[in-house]
């Protein structure tokens, strides 16, 4: 089991950055592929990005893509999701999830979820 915790969400303007943090405890994090994984109020959840194991081979959904940077610390089972020049359309609770995969894109693939942090871009 798998327990995740992220933090580092909160009010910032359009054009600004925020840094999310995802510990995790109960099993090492280099056994895990990590995903970042949003909702936006009335919204289904979508997919942010992912990491692999290792802690390589990013993979970004297209809406973020060159502004957000997903990285992973596996001495300190630690993924972090740096997000530069956010826009209003960004505003959502962002989970990070846990996979047994080497890499994974799909909610599905996924086993364990923290309960979220909330981001608001205002305008």
């Known amino acids: 089991q798998v327990h995740l915790v992220e933090s580092g969400g909160g009010l910032v303007q359009a054009g600004g950055s925020l840094r999310l943090s995802c510990v995790a405890s109960?099993?090492?994090?280099?056994?895990?592929?990590m995903g970042w994984f949003r909702q936006a109020l009335g919204q289904e959840r979508e997919f942010v990005g992912t990491?692999?194991?290792?802690?390589?081979?990013?993979y970004y959904a297209d809406s973020v893509q060159g502004r957000f940077t997903i990285s992973k610390d596996n001495a300190k089972d630690t993924v972090y999701l740096q997000m530069n020049t956010l826009k209003p359309e960004d505003t959502a609770v962002y989970y990070c999830?846990?996979?047994?995969?080497?890499?994974?894109?799909?909610?599905?693939?996924?086993?364990?979820w923290g309960r979220g942090t909330q981001v608001t871009v205002s305008s």
């Open positions: 999830a846990a996979a047994t995969g080497w890499r994974a894109i799909f909610e599905r693939e996924y086993a364990y």
């Open positions: 109960g099993r090492t994090l280099s056994n895990y592929a």
């Open positions: 990491i692999s194991r290792n802690g390589g081979n990013p």
